[in-house]
């Protein structure tokens, strides 16, 4: 009798927080927008900043915890004719802790991803268009604002750190630092 009632214990325990949880807004979509600088060897062939783009789909899995899956496109945003432009797109996975205070959310997280990038121009007087996959992640916080009963609207930083792209002339980090503006809808 005594295993019973502490596996019901247990379990409630277990149970009743997840359907208070369940009472709030659990998923969010986000649409980000806002600047990308790079850095590494793609910064010596005078790329230096650049567009950045993301979609992002996130879960809640506590008021402190979501996780976003997510994809974009990145480029240096500036169209040159030949001159050296780099472009690509990420594909995300990321971890958020969040503090939620009225109407505010502070957050901080990281997470992992595949970067393709294709670089086009000239580095050191030969020219190439090439193309490469990396792995990549990232560590980021920022802030989010409730705008509406369901809307959001935040400002995130973002550093991305990838391995060595090989675009043939050039080998380097596909990485840099990120500012977006965020908006967003829970539903």
């Known amino acids: 009798m005594k295993s019973l009632m502490f596996s019901v214990t247990l379990s409630l325990l277990f149970v009743l927080p997840f359907s208070v949880w369940g009472q709030e807004k659990k998923n969010y979509v986000l649409l980000k927008g806002g600047l990308f600088t790079f850095s590494g060897a793609v910064r010596e062939a005078t790329i230096d900043m650049g567009f950045n783009a993301e979609?992002?789909?996130?879960?809640?899995?506590?008021?402190?915890?979501?996780?976003?899956?997510?994809?974009?496109?990145?480029?240096?945003?500036?169209?040159?004719?030949?001159?050296?432009?780099?472009?690509?797109?990420?594909?995300?996975?990321?971890?958020?802790?969040?503090?939620?205070i009225k109407g505010f959310e502070l957050f901080a997280g990281g997470g992992l991803g595949l970067y393709l990038a294709e670089f086009h121009g000239q580095y050191r007087g030969i020219v190439a268009e090439e193309s490469d996959a990396v792995f990549g992640g990232h560590i980021q916080a920022g802030v989010n604002a409730d705008v509406a009963r369901n809307f959001f609207v935040g400002l995130e930083g973002k550093y991305v750190f990838t391995g060595k792209a090989d675009f043939k002339i050039l080998e380097s980090r596909v990485g840099g630092h990120t500012v977006t503006v965020d908006f967003g809808y829970r539903f």
């Open 55 to 100: 979609v992002a789909l996130g879960h809640y899995y506590s008021p402190h915890v979501a996780v976003e899956i997510g994809t974009g496109y990145f480029h240096d945003g500036v169209n040159k004719g030949y001159g050296n432009e780099i472009k690509g797109m990420p594909f995300i996975v990321t971890a958020k802790a969040l503090y939620p």
